[in-house]
């Protein structure tokens, strides 16, 4: 089956290790995301690829960076993570705006001590 | 700035019955709405997109959609308790899904 795939599943990390996310995908869809979202909020968009085209959004923290080597794989790295990024990091891909589905992977749930 | 509104709930109805889930969406050129289910400490799932005016129905689910009054909902038909989660509303106008903050559905026994 064609899907979004995320590893690790859960990562625990110390407050200021680099931790990196990785995630993949078999859609081989153009567009590749990555979210955070926190306990009872919705999904807050850090940046995106389009291709190789990579966008940032205005308030993605500058702690946060993301590689994307090829079309199936998207990495995103925290450079010093603090006690507030502890959340769940989900991937999703679709093939671009204005129209089509956007799918989600399982999600990576981090935790800082 | 783009908003999406949503009653976050909790929404309860006993099993069988029909929930009714609400969106509100600012940006008039919203060309596209979705609904995903997310169970709690799962991603989310979609479950149906929009496009047009009017209603589209799969199986237990029913969406509506009115551009002139900026409105999309969600029914679900003969709810069962594997339906409780949240539902988020998501709405794009050509660029990033915008998402509203969920409402969360708990359906009893």
């Known amino acids: 089956d064609a899907m979004v795939i995320q590893n690790p599943r859960y990562q625990v990390t110390q407050f200021g290790k680099p931790v990196t996310l990785s995630c993949s995908q078999t859609?081989?869809?153009?567009?590749m995301y990555w979210y955070q979202q926190k306990s009872s909020q919705a999904p807050k968009l850090l940046f995106h690829?389009?291709?190789?085209?990579?966008?940032n959004e205005a308030d993605t923290p500058d702690n946060f960076q993301s590689r994307r080597p090829n079309t199936s794989f998207c990495f995103l790295d925290i450079r010093s993570p603090g006690l507030g990024d502890a959340a769940m990091y989900l991937c999703?891909?679709?093939?671009?705006?204005?129209?089509?589905?956007?799918?989600f992977g399982p999600g990576t749930r981090l935790t800082v001590l | 700035q783009k908003e999406v509104e949503q009653n976050s709930g909790p929404l309860s109805v006993p099993e069988g019955a029909i929930a009714s889930l609400n969106c509100t969406y600012s940006?008039?050129?919203?060309?596209?709405f979705f609904w995903y289910r997310q169970y709690s400490g799962k991603s989310p799932e979609l479950i149906m997109s929009?496009?047009?005016?009017g209603d589209k129905e799969d199986g237990r689910f029913t969406a509506q959609l009115n551009k002139a009054s900026q409105y999309v909902s969600l029914l679900i038909r003969d709810s069962q308790p594997s339906d409780s989660a949240t539902y988020l509303c998501?709405?794009?106008?050509?660029?990033?899904?915008?998402f509203g903050q969920g409402t969360e559905l708990s359906v009893k026994p």
């Open positions: 999703a891909t679709d093939w671009g705006p204005p129209d089509n589905e956007q799918f």
């Open positions: 859609l081989n869809h153009n567009v």
């Open positions: 690829y389009y291709d190789k085209d990579f966008n």
């Open positions: 940006d008039r050129g919203s060309q596209s």
């Open positions: 929009i496009y047009s005016n």
């Open positions: 998501a709405v794009r106008g050509g660029g990033k899904l915008i």
